[in-house]
């Protein structure tokens, strides 16, 4: 009675069999095995066909385990196997193949494309660098997507650092820990009650100053000032900056401790006391003073924002957001910081005919720590 074949091509041999000749194919079967949990290697310069054959001394390579394919590709290419093993003309022949494989594709891409396929079916498309976990399923190969192109410390050992995509996610002696999205994705983090939110990240920050927490100066003040637009609607509170005279208006803050203490930014937040559509020049300034040194010092460098009048009274409108301004005083954690406000009404440039009525302004400044502790 004839031998059959299973799906790797093994003898399975029937009772009575290869008398004299069962050591020889048993030592052949024990060689298949050992094949189906082997390694090879495939230079795919040219297109490949991976073959299993019944029992024979022939190419091997459909039986593999670890397969890694090597080469710059020089074009499309593709690694094709067989549906069932075998030549088709013996009982194996009709045997789907069903086995995994692991695929390391080790090749130069340089823009062509690589795929991995039952012949005659679709499979799927490898990337460079990547290691695949996929199987034969009698009808085409399957990706599983359990493997992927990870990287980790060669030395994982205390001391090291175990990063993934050469990211780090856990670092000793002091080092950071960097989290990165992929693509246009958001760091986040779960707390213990299953809540997920975006992670804080250091860099612009802002507060928020209304007119109520400025007063005009001594010496050419600004005027409070509250508008009523109509009874029970909003009112603005304001500091009226003079059309002819430069007048000033300050407020101070105790800088938040995670300030990188370099230069800030603001934007003014006014509305018209006419319909002129003239320019309005407005200026800040600041000076930060650690405990015990004097209040009685020179104020920085001012930075001046320009805006035109939009037209129409009690209409809210914004100036562009300034060029950046250095703060006075060396500046250093926990300083109290002191800002002078002012419109350049004196300047040529300053056309806008009435009082600009301001109601804040937002002040911008950059972090360089996750909170103020």
Known sequence: MASNYNSLGFNLMTTGENAGTWGTNTNLNLNYLRDTFGYISIAMTSDRTLTIPDN?????DGRAFIIELTGTLGGTRVLDIAATAGSGSSPGGSASILKPFIVFDNTTHSGDTLTF??????????????????????????????LSSVVADTSPQLGGDLDVNSNDIVSTSNGNIDIV???????????GSGTTAALKIAGTETIWVPAQAMFGTTTNGADAQAVETQATRPELKVLDFDASTA??????????????????????????????????????????????????????????VTDAGIGTVED??????????????????????????????????????????????????????????
């Open 181 to 191: 999205p992929n693509g246009t994705g958001v760091a986040r983090a779960k707390d």
């Open 247 to 304: 007048e000033y208006a300050q407020f101070s803050i105790a800088m938040p401790k995670s300030w990188n203490l370099g230069t800030v930014t603001y934007q003014v937040f006014w509305s018209p006391s006419t319909t002129n559509g003239g320019n309005c020049i407005f200026g800040l300034q600041g000076l930060a003073c650690t405990e015990g040194d004097t209040a009685d010092a020179v104020f920085g460098t001012a930075q001046e």
């Open 316 to 373: 809210v409108q914004m100036t562009s957001v300034s060029s950046a301004m250095t703060i006075a005083g060396s500046p250093a954690d926990d300083d109290y910081t002191f800002f002078q406000l002012y419109r350049d009404a004196a300047d040529g440039s300053d056309t806008f005919t009435g009082d600009a009525r301001v109601m804040g302004i937002k002040l911008f400044y950059t972090t360089d720590a996750a909170n103020d502790g």
């Open 117 to 146: 396929k039952v012949t005659g079916a679709t499979g799927f498309a490898l990337s460079e660098g990547t290691t695949y976990l996929c199987y034969h399923n009698g009808t085409d190969i399957i990706n599983t997507g359990l």
């Open 56 to 60: 024979s001394t022939g190419t091997y």
